[in-house]
Each structure stands twice: as structure tokens, then as C-alpha cells.
């Protein structure tokens, strides 16, 4: 089935590069949990998105979050098969290759690569604004957002330079510090009846449809709601990543669907929970706008998305309550394992980030030596280089003033730039946004793409009328009307819906157009690298 060239390959190689393979059976379940677990940043997930998701639903916020984990479930069912059968670092882009054919395969490669990229500048300004105020609140130095954020990057680079082995330990002390500490709070709540008693309305769906605003399914054209629904989505990316570590997992075909169920039902049941208890800690209050009212100090009876976030501290939700329910020096726990729950997804987004362009340097598609590994530590450092460069070359455009808007002048004030607010509301915002904004409509190609593949006449061995065919397009219609809130509500989430923002469905567009292009321009005078896509399968993991 492998119709590249492998370790053998026949240019010439340096020491240093060693080869073009990955790390072989370097991680068990645990250590693939933690690189994907770890990207979706179950603290900073909870503490920027359950504030969002509130604005957008109030009380029937947890309830959106066990729906996104059943719509989830679903799309997995297609995908987990398909990763049984393509084990490779190409992960989505594969898989669509394999279904759709070259041509979209490394469109969706591109656009992919593309956004995995740009969560990385965009996660580590969210890092480096939460190791601002932190440390500024905690010890006393303010130290400017931007030294934090270079220095991160640095951090970032040095440790996926080494073996993939030292990235998972990082990321898992760090996973495990963070759960512990939602399940600390939240079972304070539970056990002290919360502010008014344990109310189960917001488990209700039918909350979703009842909210004070309008119907998230009713009102689409740009409600609160909206956002509210699609928050909780957002919550799970990174998770999907776990096929692009197929080469370096011990017997991938069991282990990935082992990871991504795992994933998937962990993260949902922390999800709920905790935004269960978040809410019962604030009251818990009929009002579907009463916990962000609450907080915010903002009339219930008004429209909660223009009103907006005062201070830009949307993170901070969790701080007022965590003080009241288990004191002082848990709300300085919050603040400090915020940072390094941030960190943690950073590193596992550039993790995802350089596999994806190692993937694509190996198959000939971007140029062969970001295809190389490390002869010792066996990992895509060359591609990590690049991805470092990028995060500094994207961080500076937002630190010097070039790239942003007129947040800083209008919202920020005298301080203009160095106002760690730019790397939470632009960086943090914009740049995640835009690369979610590509990465669910390439869940919904992907399993379209793995009907398309199992419905071919070679393919029949694993096919199933419900695994293979039923749930993946009701997988894809879920995650589809996930996107289609995100879009509409952009003004809502982002507070805009100009400059970059308003450009985000076309960047997306065109950062897959550019890929099609490259293709056909492969196909008439580079065949051989036309071949290539999608194509580079690891046999040598693909055990029963």
C-alpha cells in the first residue's frame, strides 16, 4: 500500500538527519493521551470557553457540552475506522487523499498545515498573557507580554527538538495538574450544595432551546446563542490529532481508536461536569444569562454579546467563586496552572504542526528536508525550526502594532502594545479562531472523504452500512452546523467581523485553493510528487 520511499531513501543524508522515519513504538496509551488531551487544554478550555459558552446559553451551557461530546462520538465512529487502515503522520490530510483523491487531499494538506501553524503564535499569546498577570499578581514584576511570549517560543523549540518521548512527560505532568485541580473545585461545589443548592436544569437540553435570547437552533443569524453551541465544540480540537502520531504508537491501529474514544468521553465528562458545578457555584439561576450576569454585573435583560467582556478577563470567571469555595490559595493555583495549562497546548499544537509539515516534506509535496528527523532523538526538528520561526515572525507583527486592529488605541489605551490584552484578545482570539474555522470543515471533509472510501469496490473489507457509511455523514452534518455558528456569530466571539476577521472564510478557502493549485501544478510537471500525497503508510505499525 506504501507508494513512497521509506528510511532507505536515496538522497543524501547528514548525521544529523538521520532519516525520514519518526520515533517507532515510542508511546503507549498514556503518552498519547497526554499529546492530545494536552492540546485540547482541559483549564484553559474550561476558563475561556465556559465564560463564552455562558454569554451564549447561560445555565444550559453544560448541556451544550454533552451534546458536542454525542455529536463528537458520532463523527469518531468513521474516523477511528479509517485510521485503523492509514496509519501516518498526515493524519486528516490522509484520509482525505485516500477518499476524495490528490487533488482535494492536498488542498486540505495545506489549509491543515496552515492551521495548525497559526494556534501556535496564537495559544502561546494567550500563554504569555496569562504568565503576565500571574506573575504581576503573585510576585509583583509586571514584565511585558511580549518578553514572555519570545521566551515561551524558545522554551517550545527546544523541547520538541528532542524526542517525542520527552514532549509526552512534559505535557502529561502538566495534563494531570490541571484535571486535578477542575475536579478540586468542582467537587467543592458539589459537596457544599453550591450557592443555592445543586440544580439540574443545566444539564436539560431543552435549555439549548429555551434560552431568553431565542432557539440556538432557531435563532442562527448571528443570536448569542450561537456562540454559546459552538464554544463548546471548540472545546474538543486537538483531540483529533492523534492519527498523526500513528508512526511513533506502539500498535496504532487498536491504540488510536483507544485514544481518541478516550479523549473524547474523558474530555466530555470533565467538560460538563465542571461547567455543571461552574454554573451551581454562581447560583445556578433560572435566568439562562444569570452566571455571566452575575459576574459581569451586567443587566440580564440585555443583549450579553454586545455587551461584551469588561477588561478583556475572560478567563477570570473561575477566580471570584474558586476564592469562595476553597479560598485564596486555590484562586493563586488557578492563576498559576492557567499558565502552564496554555503552555501545554501550545507545545501540543506545534507538536501537530511540525508532523503535518514533516508529512508533507517526506512525500515531496513542500520541500524534502523538512521531511528529515533527528538521527538520535528520531524528531521532525527541522519542520519544528520552521514552525518556530513562524510563531516569532506572527508574534512580532502583533507586538509591534503591524497586525491587529484598532483594539489597542480604542479598548487598550496608553499602553498600546505592550498591553498584555493583545495577546489574549487579538492573538489568543483571532489566530484560534481562524485556525478552528478550518480544522472542523476538514473534520466534515474527512468523513465524507471515509464514505467516499469505503463505498469503492477495493475497499469492502471493514465496510459497515452504520460505522462506515451512516455515521460519518451524520458526523459530518453535526460538525457542519458547528461551522455554520461559528461563522455566522463571529462578530459575537471575536468582537468583530472586519480586517482579519471578516477575512477568516476567505483565508480558509484560500489557503485550500492554494493547495489544489499545487496539485494540478504537481500532476503536469512533477508526477512523481503528485504520487506522493497522502501515500507515505506505515506498514511496518499496521499490526491486528
Not at 484520509?95 to 482535494?104: A, D, E, N, Y
Request: some cysteine; hydrophobic content about 55%.
Amino acid at each position: 500500500m506504501s507508494e513512497v520511499r521509506d528510511g532507505a531513501e536515496t538522497a543524501d543524508r547528514s548525521a544529523l538527519t538521520g532519516s525520514v522515519e519518526l520515533a517507532r513504538n515510542a508511546l503507549g496509551l498514556p503518552q498519547m493521551l497526554f499529546l492530545i488531551v494536552a492540546g485540547a487544554a482541559p483549564l484553559a478550555a474550561m476558563m475561556f470557553n465556559d465564560s463564552v459558552a455562558i454569554r451564549g446559553v447561560g445555565i444550559a451551557a453544560p448541556a451544550a457540552f454533552w451534546v458536542a461530546m454525542v455529536a463528537i462520538a458520532i463523527f469518531l465512529i468513521g474516523y477511528v475506522e479509517m485510521a485503523r487502515r492509514v496509519t501516518t503522520a498526515g493524519g486528516f490530510y490522509a484520509f482525505i487523499s485516500h477518499g476524495f483523491g490528490r487533488v482535494v487531499g492536498l488542498g486540505a494538506a495545506i489549509a491543515i498545515a496552515g492551521a495548525y501553524a497559526v494556534f501556535v503564535p496564537g495559544i502561546n499569546g494567550q500563554t504569555a498573557y496569562f504568565a503576565n498577570t500571574t506573575v504581576a499578581s503573585l510576585i509583583g514584576p509586571d514584565i511585558d507580554w511580549r518578553i514572555y511570549a519570545f521566551a515561551l517560543i524558545l522554551i517550545t523549540f527546544t523541547i520538541t527538538y528532542f524526542h517525542v518521548d520527552v514532549v509526552a512527560k512534559v505535557l502529561g505532568i502538566f495534563l494531570i495538574a490541571e484535571v486535578v485541580l477542575l475536579m478540586l473545585f468542582s467537587l467543592a461545589v458539589l459537596v457544599q450544595g453550591g450557592a443555592n443548592g445543586i440544580s439540574f436544569a443545566p444539564l436539560d437540553p431543552t435549555n439549548l432551546i429555551n434560552s431568553r435570547s431565542g432557539s440556538a437552533f432557531a435563532s442562527l443569524g448571528g443570536a448569542a446563542a450561537g456562540i454559546g453551541v459552538f464554544a463548546a465544540f471548540w472545546s474538543w480540537v486537538g483531540f483529533e490529532t492523534a492519527p498523526n502520531y500513528a508512526e511513533e504508537a506502539r500498535n496504532p491501529r487498536k491504540m488510536i481508536a483507544y485514544a481518541l474514544y478516550s479523549a473524547c468521553f474523558g474530555l466530555g465528562l470533565v467538560y460538563t461536569f465542571v461547567t455543571w458545578m461552574l454554573v451551581n457555584s454562581y447560583g445556578g439561576q433560572k435566568s439562562t444569562y444569570g452566571v455571566a450576569a452575575t459576574y459581569y454585573g451586567i443587566d440580564p435583560q440585555k443583549n450579553m454579546a454586545a455587551a461584551g467582556y469588561p477588561h478583556g478577563d475572560t478567563g477570570n470567571v473561575f477566580y471570584p467563586v474558586a476564592k469562595s469555595f476553597l479560598g485564596f490559595a486555590v484562586t493563586d493555583l488557578f492563576k498559576i496552572l492557567i499558565v502552564t495549562s496554555s503552555f501545554a497546548a501550545c507545545l501540543a499544537f506545534w507538536g501537530a504542526a511540525n508532523r503535518y509539515l514533516f508529512a508533507m516534506g517526506r512525500e515531496g509535496i513542500l520541500p524534502r528536508v523538512l521531511g528529515r528527523t533527528h538521527s538520535v532523538h528520531k524528531s521532525p526538528f527541522i519542520a519544528t525550526g520552521l514552525v518556530a520561526i513562524f510563531a516569532c515572525v506572527v508574534t512580532g507583527l502583533f507586538a509591534t502594532g503591524v497586525a491587529g486592529g484598532d483594539y489597542e488605541r480604542t479598548v487598550l489605551g496608553d499602553r498600546g502594545t505592550s498591553n498584555p490584552l493583545i495577546g489574549i484578545s487579538e492573538l489568543a482570539t483571532w489566530l484560534p479562531f481562524q485556525g478552528v474555522l478550518i480544522i472542523l470543515p476538514a473534520m466534515v471533509v474527512s468523513s465524507l472523504a471515509i464514505v467516499a472510501y469505503f463505498l469503492r469496490a477495493e475497499n469492502t473489507e471493514g465496510r459497515h452500512w452504520l460505522k462506515t457509511i451512516l455515521a460519518p455523514i451524520v458526523g459530518a452534518a453535526l460538525v457542519a452546523f458547528a461551522v455554520y455558528l461559528m461563522v455566522q456569530n463571529r462578530a459575537e466571539l471575536t468582537g468583530s467581523t472586519k480586517g482579519f476577521v471578516g477575512a477568516t472564510p476567505w483565508i480558509a478557502l484560500g489557503l485550500f485553493v492554494l493547495g489544489v493549485l499545487l496539485a494540478v501544478a504537481y500532476y503536469y510537471l512533477a508526477r512523481d510528487r503528485y504520487d506522493a500525497v497522502g501515500r507515505f503508510v506505515n506498514e511496518q505499525n499496521k499490526e491486528a
